[in-house]
């Protein structure tokens, strides 16, 4: 649940590769494919043996490396062919069979010292490290080695994701809240204050787009090129609107985090009141994101989207599993893998809802239909508008909940909903027909009205 804990344990598995290749030695590596904590390089080399030795060379330096050890990884090498799509399979089943042969968590090592129990963060691995809680200064606290690594790793590397890919941020230094009750906090949004968003994103079959359109090293290569290029271009972008926008700081500090960063995926945590416009601004950048490989072939790069809306001290461990089966929904509803589509949750009190997902989604949707619920990523921009025109035109929030009781009775609203909407503007008529459109149909709208009232600025 340590927020910096994650975050290091996340960039350090985003940074682990080019660690790794940095750390070889004996031959130059060259990366083809370099995702979140996976590394696909060539090498050339005359010596007998060189295949083995390299291998070693990388197994060691991850089995050493103080920060490195604390995870498990894999490695296998397979000798160049003619058939480049042969030898990656081959790697990956090698490395398939070996992590079935092997723990999925490195063992930590044993403490003698009966003072320290368990570390007091994970609550599992045994205790070394002496930590500060800034809850209860103190008082002495023990936590893990792996855990005290991370949660360093966590700090210092904080800003520098940001640096690294926003030359305003870097030049002007920009600081971050370390928390999520400082992104949170602002007496000023009304019931938003102390919420938050938690966004996951993850691209849309992009395994198999790779698997048919690269066939060839430099296909690879380029494809691994392509999305660095766009998710970097992305980020900066983004971070650049935060500068002119008081609401993405407090005090001066920005409020937002990254807790995935790297492959296919990413999470983001930001206050409620800019989930929807954060999540909306990446389907527009990445409306026209295509892959392009060297025969000018090509195909489109989408992803499915997760985001909950929760109290600031909701446990992010499961609200990042929520957020993860949302995007799997959307996913699911994708057949076509082409379409930016996304599901969201709202949690008012804290539910554990990933335990009976399916049934909870289901009594969510109006329409007892739970794919209702999930929409496109690029009609966010109209949701957005219709919304906030209804609101501006003063259509009564207190109406929706009782047209929804009557939908989801089976009895017939249209007579309040005409009652609702006389004497205000004839905007208000026009915008229930673009979310009869956008949010799947005339009952559905309704439920995404609600739960979207607040949470749409």
């Not at 790697?91 to 403490?111: F, G, I, T």
């Not at 395994?207 to 690879?220: F, M, P, T």
Request: with cysteine; glycine share 6%; net charge negative.
């Amino acid at each position: 649940q340590d927020l910096s804990t994650v975050r290091g344990g996340g960039l350090l598995m985003l940074n682990s590769v080019e660690m790794a290749q940095k750390n070889v030695k004996s031959v130059q590596l060259n990366g083809i494919s370099t995702g979140a904590s996976t590394g696909l390089f060539e090498f050339e080399s005359d010596e007998e043996g060189a295949e083995d030795n390299v291998k070693q060379e990388v197994i060691d330096y991850l089995n050493k490396d103080p920060q490195l050890k604390h995870a498990t990884f894999v490695v296998d090498v397979q000798p160049f062919t003619d058939d480049f799509i042969e030898d990656k399979e081959i790697l990956v089943a090698r490395n398939r069979w070996q992590q079935m042969q092997a723990p999925s968590v490195a063992v930590p090592s044993q403490s003698t010292d009966k003072d320290k129990v368990a570390c007091w963060i994970d609550g599992i691995r045994p205790a070394k490290e002496a930590a500060y809680d800034p809850d209860t200064p103190t008082e002495k606290k023990y936590i893990s080695t792996s855990v005290h690594i991370r949660r360093d790793y966590g700090r210092e590397q904080k800003k520098e994701l940001y640096y690294k890919y926003s030359a305003t941020a870097k030049q002007e230094r920009w600081k971050f809240v370390n928390d999520f009750d400082k992104l949170t906090q602002d007496t000023n949004k009304g019931n938003l204050n102390h919420k938050m968003a938690v966004i996951y994103l993850d691209g849309n079959g992009f395994g198999k787009i790779r698997d048919k359109l690269c066939k060839a090293v430099d296909d690879e290569r380029e494809f691994d090129k392509q999305i660095k290029d766009y998710r970097k271009k992305m980020f900066a972008d983004l971070l650049d609107i935060m500068k002119d926008d008081e609401d993405w700081r407090n005090a001066d500090k920005y409020r937002f985090e990254t807790l995935l960063w790297g492959g296919d995926e990413l999470l983001w945590v930001v206050p409620a009141w800019k989930g929807w416009e954060t999540l909306m601004f990446f389907y527009k950048q990445s409306v026209d994101w295509i892959f392009k490989n060297t025969k000018r072939e090509e195909l489109p790069l989408t992803h499915a989207g997760g985001m909950v809306f929760c109290h600031h001290n909701a446990p992010i461990y499961r609200i990042k599993n929520l957020a993860h089966k949302l995007s799997d929904s959307a996913k699911a509803k994708d057949k076509s893998k082409n379409k930016n589509l996304f599901a969201y949750q709202i949690l008012e009190s804290f539910d554990h809802v990933s335990h009976n997902f399916d049934d909870i989604r289901k009594r969510l949707s109006t329409d007892e239909n739970p794919e209702s619920l999930i929409l496109d990523g690029n009609d966010m921009k109209n949701i957005q508008e219709s919304i906030n025109d209804l609101k501006g035109n003063e259509f009564p929030k207190n109406k929706l909940h009782k047209i929804i009781k009557l939908i989801e009775s089976g009895k017939n609203a249209d007579d309040v909903i005409k009652k609702t909407i006389k004497g205000l503007s004839g905007n208000s008529e026009s915008n229930l027909l673009k979310l009869k459109e956008t949010c799947n149909g005339d009952k559905s709208k309704w439920g995404h009205i609600a739960d979207l009232w607040d949470y749409i600025v």
